[in-house]
């Protein structure tokens, strides 16, 4: 859906009376919204990050025109951007503010039940898949309990959430603009 939408507003991409900083920011303003729709819940494989980021790149190709013949590294198409990957930090970014939002809610407890992965169902036989506390945990270096216990602080979880940015190379000021 991201890359119809990114498709549609090809003229904007090709004017070239249009600044790229006002592009970067119609970027990220129509089309990453897209992109990242409900990437709160998602349960992520390496396989899905690095589709993250090769759209990422797609984007910023498309936007600044380059073609796959002229052979320019994604490197160099950051630099002429004056960006850095920013899209997979968003998701981790945001995963973790909604675990805090999720576990402070008191009007339910689905977003717990699920947060907590109980389910009454036979697990099927070979590799346990990946769960959603698995990434929140390696992501803070937190454990289940310790999560629940410091989500119910708003305080206390924004600065986990930083440190975790932090960690990860991560500036959630840079991500949220």
Not at 15 to 23: E, G, T, V
Not at 54 to 78: H, I, P, Q, Y
Not at 127 to 135: A, C, F, K, N
Request: net charge positive; charged share 30%; glycine share 6%.
């Amino acid at each position: 859906m991201a890359k119809q939408g990114m498709v549609s507003l090809n003229n904007i991409w090709k004017d070239k009376s249009i600044p790229k900083p006002l592009k970067f920011k119609l970027l990220k303003t129509l089309i990453w919204p897209r992109m990242l729709y409900g990437c709160e819940t998602w349960t992520m494989r390496k396989a899905d990050e690095l589709k993250i980021e090769a759209a990422e790149m797609w984007f910023f190709r498309r936007l600044l025109r380059v073609s796959w013949k002229d052979r320019r590294t994604n490197g160099n198409v950051l630099a002429e951007m004056g960006t850095g990957r920013t899209l997979l930090s968003l998701v981790k970014e945001r995963r973790l503010k909604y675990i805090g939002h999720a576990e402070r809610n008191t009007k339910t407890d689905l977003m717990k039940t699920i947060f907590e992965g109980k389910t009454e169902a036979k697990r099927g036989r070979g590799r346990p898949s990946l769960s959603y506390v698995d990434q929140v945990s390696k992501a803070t270096g937190l454990k289940l309990q310790s999560i629940s216990q410091k989500s119910q602080d708003r305080v206390i979880w924004r600065g986990i959430v930083k440190s975790s940015c932090a960690a990860a190379n991560i500036n959630p000021d840079d991500a949220a603009r």
